[in-house]
């Protein structure tokens, strides 16, 4: 059974905004810390941004100012609003969280969920 199941996924034009969703699936999971990466075909899987337990944020320089990373504790859920998207935002975005459950450090991984932009 998956431990993250995302949505929000889809085709939009550039300049426009998408919102995708990471939503825990045990409520054994004590979240860490929440991690968005994307890949692209050809590329290397890289971190596009970071949500500490305290709200800390941390984005990379190619979606800085532009992407949003936010968490529902209550719903054990992380979020990304991407706004402005361009072209080059095209890639499977996967979510991560890493976390514990009891005395056990543990990282779980979403499905993975498309997004495409067109010019």
């Known amino acids: 059974q998956a431990h993250l199941v995302e949505s929000g996924g889809g085709l939009v034009q550039a300049g426009e905004s998408l919102t995708l969703s990471c939503e825990a699936t045990?409520?054994?999971?004590?979240?860490?810390?929440g991690r968005w990466y994307r890949q692209a075909p050809g590329n290397q899987r890289e971190l596009v941004a970071e949500v500490r337990s305290g709200g800390a944020t941390k984005y990379s320089d190619a979606v800085k100012g532009r992407f949003t990373i936010s968490r529902d504790n209550a719903k054990n859920a992380v979020y990304l609003l991407m706004n402005n998207l361009r072209p080059e935002d095209t890639a499977v975005y996967y979510c991560?969280?890493?976390?514990?459950?009891?005395?056990?450090?543990?990282?779980?991984w979403g499905q993975g969920t498309q997004v495409t932009v067109s010019s």
């Open positions: 045990r409520s054994t999971f004590n979240l860490n810390i």
């Open positions: 991560n969280g890493l976390g514990t459950e009891g005395f056990t450090v543990v990282d779980y």
